[in-house]
């Protein structure tokens, strides 16, 4: 699990980039035989244009190599119902 993304690395473009090492990781992972996941704060579900970071981040990585540990504390700080989040992202979180 890695647990968070640098400040620099938040912007739209850079998450764009952020998703494909996501991937690369965790098909790494998958051959190793262990799985890969992501671990949010705040920040990722907090209000912006479009959708929200930890949306872009689901929607652009493959559901077969990435899961996503959703802090449900952080979720709700954001205002962001936890379980809407995982029945909109199905098999996501394990």
Known sequence: ????????????????????????VGAACREAGIRF?????????EPRPGPT??????????PDLVAFQLDVYWALVAGVDPVAWIRNHPGRVP
């Open 53 to 62: 970071a930890l949306d872009r981040l689901a929607t652009a990585t493959d």
């Open 37 to 45: 996941s992501y671990h949010n704060h705040g920040w990722e579900l």
């Open 1 to 24: 699990i890695i647990p968070g993304i640098p400040a620099d690395l938040r912007g739209d473009a850079d998450l764009a980039a952020v998703a494909e090492a996501f991937d690369r």
